[in-house]
């Protein structure tokens, strides 16, 4: 059974820190690239980060988290994190984790439960 759960969210002031991560299990975490995407109150789905499968390559939504966010990966615990500094009240969201390949024929999808951020003071 597939199963992506983040963790780390919660209530913090603006300027302050935090690190999600999301436990992958039930399947091949290491063949996958990972998103991170939020979704802000009344809003639709933003992306926020990616990562390729072996943690090459990062992608950031430029004018939104680059220089702020930082994505990685531990294919070794099945884990990605998203750490997250200097935060703004902006940043206040649900946050998901995302894992998706392609494998020339079909694509596979998996997202997680999310994890509530808010900032605020």
């Known amino acids: 059974q597939v199963q992506l759960v983040e963790s780390g969210g919660g209530l913090v002031q603006p300027g302050g820190s935090l690190r999600l991560s999301c436990a992958a299990s039930g399947f091949t975490f290491s063949n996958y690239a990972m998103s991170w995407v939020r979704q802000a109150p009344g809003k639709g789905l933003e992306w926020v980060s990616d990562i390729n499968s072996d943690g090459g390559d990062t992608y950031y939504a430029d004018s939104s988290v680059k220089g702020r966010f930082t994505i990685s990966r531990d294919n070794a615990k099945n884990t990605v994190y998203l750490q997250m500094n200097s935060l703004k009240p902006e940043d206040t969201a649900v946050y998901y984790c995302?894992?998706?390949?392609?494998?020339?024929?079909?694509?596979?999808?998996?997202w997680g439960q999310g994890t509530q951020v808010t900032v605020s003071s």
């Open positions: 995302n894992a998706h390949r392609f494998d020339g024929f079909r694509g596979y999808d998996y």
